[in-house]
């Protein structure tokens, strides 16, 4: 079974700063381990798929940028019977910040959030009344890597108001309330394989920035979470990434409670440098996920 290691022609505004460099070491760990895996870019029209008997999902980054195209690529892999990892199913879902909703209509603590539609323009302003706060922030509904996201204050409402028109023309925007958690405390992120809690890491921005993210400056740093925290994630995971090899749980403690920011089941870090074995653990979840491949390698699942 030959498995297709499914990663984005690189960029380097995708740097993932001053973290591993996840993708590359990960390939080389289940390579190392006898896996017949080897690195294709997800649309790279020379690539043979029906070459492939698995699909693994490491590192589109991109896909936002081309998200029919990626929709047709997932569409072709499940039409030629290529297993996917995580599931067609569940990416698609994921692929779209609508899925929030979902998430909040389900009964689960979610940062509030509403949606401007796309080709249907609306006021900035009431959302301040609505939230309840000073701080907005908006980003695309179909967005990675903070691209296109806007911190919007009553005394800057006008000015990206104008800016944001276009935009919301275009496509679908998220807005929240700003959470001073993220600054104060932290945002988590709490990572599951096959649906077994593996690890956490715990993030936090630069001095005067709300983005967590290394190549903005922040840091991040493993951490053990509290029991109902822990509790509360794995939730979140049980519910809506079922039969996903991977899952990371995004959110910051707010009054106590665990409150989700974003499931991550496409592309995330999942932090494996972060923790003693990670590796390993994302390679056992894996064999014990397709143990047809443990029997490939002529190894005991």
Known sequence: ???????????????????????????????????????????????????????????PWDYHEQ???????LDKLQALGIPLLNPHHIIKWNSDKHYLMEVIAAGFAVIPSAIIENGA??????????????????KPCVSAGAKHTYVITPANVSQYQEELTPLLLQEAFL??????????????????????????????PRTGDFRVQPAHGGTTDAASPAEEHLHSAARFAERFAKDCLYAR?????????????????????????????????YY???IQRMPQLADHINMPS
């Open 1 to 59: 079974m030959k498995i297709a290691y499914v990663c984005y022609q690189t960029q380097e505004k995708y740097s993932v700063g001053t973290l591993d460099d996840e993708e590359s070491l990960l390939l080389g760990y289940l390579a190392n381990k006898g896996l017949p895996i080897e690195r294709v870019v997800w649309n790279d029209p020379s690539v043979r798929w029906e070459d492939y008997g698995l699909a693994l999902i490491k590192a």
């Open 67 to 73: 998200i029919g195209a990626f929709y047709q690529w």
């Open 121 to 138: 323009p609306h006021g900035i302003a009431p959302f301040f009344h609505q939230f309840n706060t000073a701080q907005l922030i908006l």
């Open 175 to 204: 807005v929240q309330p700003f959470i001073q958690e993220i600054e104060t405390q932290g945002e988590w992120s709490f990572i599951f394989l096959n649906g077994q809690f593996s690890h956490a890491v715990i993030k936090r």
């Open 249 to 281: 749980v995004d959110g910051v403690i707010i009054n106590g409670v665990f409150t989700l920011m974003e499931l991550e089941l496409i592309e995330p870090y999942l932090f494996l440098g972060n923790v003693e074995n990670g590796y390993e653990r």
């Open 284 to 286: 056992q979840a894996l």
